[in-house]
């Protein structure tokens, strides 16, 4: 059973809040905005003359990308233990189209965590499938719980859904957090166990904060055979506007055949990425010393500033995980339940509409990422914060960035606005 | 009734050609190749200079694209008899992407001339639509025949079938004709009586190799309120690997409705055309006058070598509608039908092969565009006939190119390649 396709899409609501911001300070008001997973950083000036020096590429080229890039992709996973070839490597305008591909290339429904990124969900309606969602509980950094998703599994059967597709986020957006490697490793058996295929969005994986005290294991180390991994250049680099994305896919005959679905579709939707950008790509992605570098600073910068707002969060008295990685803190104010239901605050839409028109702060209610819509849950991208070009340029040299005046004083604007729910 | 979804993705036969086409270079073998529709000239080095410009576009910024590229696509469109404002318009990673979203956007099912360009039935099955094709007698132009599409329609709509998509491509891929200002007068009429969408691909328009004697009629001057246009800067700027595709809507009610479908699709399936890219857009869609030569210089180049085309596909014996716009011929060996027979060819599939594997000619069967099977006709690009880039050059500026020494011996190889057929 088909459900049937929405007869009037709507935006995805990351961009369509994110142009609401520009209209609204078009007009002239003041906002803090905390909606949009844009790392916004300056580009590195290498990465500007690499995009110049590949305008000569101008044929289309291979589909899946021309072999310079694919190498030095299937070298960056081979440098995070998923050893790789080129020929496991796909590259693509941005993430989204390659994960609009597996949907696409992936027979039966899909299984998401709840809540999960905002795109997951309407490509697979694009797609014709069904979605099931699975809760994350907060110790289980963004992936589900084994034991929810056999039941999950288990109910989306009997409601005549054919569950083959699990999408985890690793490091996950929107929460912020890391799924411990314990749980990935009863995922992956999990995933064998019921012929899952695995799609690891592993786009926040160079931005863990502490890298040293966050282990990471991927889903494509425990169930390599069924494990496709989806990246990309717009968060790390701050690239989002450039559209860099890429695939790694599974070696042998399922990765074959996931593979050349996804360069079907892929000749169909988009024929490649462009030419200049894979240029880009090849240099980044063989992540010279100066790319290392501004990634571990862009990873500490973000760091910094997502645990400030954690702690605000938590100081105003909401339960908020930890973020260990990213840019996105996803507070849960259940505690102030009984004091925000006198203000009319009953669940995250009329939430994230208290904190918009009560102080300009712009969020993303739960309801929109696919949790519970009456929880009183969020997130808050705080990458935005880091002023202009110039004290972008500041905050990834500083020591302290939460002290620079100019992100000080939006931290300040969050805490006030926090507590002017509770007023 | 929804079609099952292909469960292997096959991928875009004429990419596929085209890698086919690499490898067997790359073995040594010498190959001409007619079967992928690549203007391959050299990038303007204006263009290239707007690109590096463009770097520090590196934010997201809006899902249909920044407001300076779409105010100079939206002048493109109104010097051609569109009168356009900038909320009209969608900018993206090519024209692929667009038409995919349009087919996500229109409900129900789609007709489409017969042969048509291989990408939008595929497109269709992705969008879990059924395509119902509408032949394309030699005097349309590569558009159906109204009586043909009133038949078609009522004949789909008896089979359960629901079209409220009719795509068109003007000029013609991939006969490389233009139908007559009468005949879109018509169909725009039956388009308005039937209530169907109309989606002009009109990426070729610029590539009109005699525009004075070819009068050019867009479906968006007939039936304005149901027409979106699609194009880009692939074929007429030799652009292909830069993937920069625009789409203009109709004001009014209708055209809104589609608009913001295909934004809303476009935020969960690309986010936007890359910033650099935009940069070029703005610069190119401007039309300044080094623009505007190169076109010029580009569609005299084409003409000249597709009617050279022309000319040895009837010398052989074929009937081909006279190119008129475009780099493509669309030859039919029906006359020789007996003959070829007698060698094992009776149809496009075996034609196709008996030039591949008899002369090292490239040709896309008229079968992979939706053509009767049966029928002996097959598509060939004569774009890739210009060698290195720098015969490219001295092709662009050549009175005749088909006597520059390269492209006169690729026009003897292929009417060798054509009388082998014979032998």
Redo the contacts between chains.
Sequence with gaps: M?PA?P??????PN??L??LV?RRRARGESLVHLA?G?A?LP?LPQ??AR??AG?????????AGAEDVRTEVAGYFTRRRQPTTADQVVVA??S??LL?ALQ??V?GDVLLPSPAWN?YA??AR???KRVFGVPVPAQCGGVPAPDALRTALREARAAGGDPRLLILTLPDNPTGTLAPPALVRELGALAREEDLVVVADEIYRDIVHDPDRTPFLSPAEVAPERTVVTSGLSKTL??????IGVARFPAGDTGE?LR??V???A???????????QHVAAYAYAEPPEITERVRAAARLHGAVARAVHRIAVDAGATCRPPTAGFYVYPDFEPLRERLAARGVTDSASLAGALLDGSGLVVLGGHLLGDDPHALRFKAATSLLYGDEEQQAAALAADDPTRLPHVAGELARIAEGFARLLD
Excluded: C, H
Aim: glycine share 12%; no cysteine; net charge positive.
């Design positions: 088909t396709r007869s009037a899409p709507a935006p995805s961009l369509a994110n142009q520009d949009f844009e916004r580009v990465l500007a995009l110049a305008a000569s590429r101008a044929a289309y080229g291979p589909v305008p941005g989204k189209p609009m696409l290339t027979p795109t309407p490509q694009y797609a014709g701050g690239l989002g506007g450039w559209r055949r050349a679905g360069i079907a579709v000749s169909e939707l988009w024929s490649t990425l462009a030419g200049p950008m």
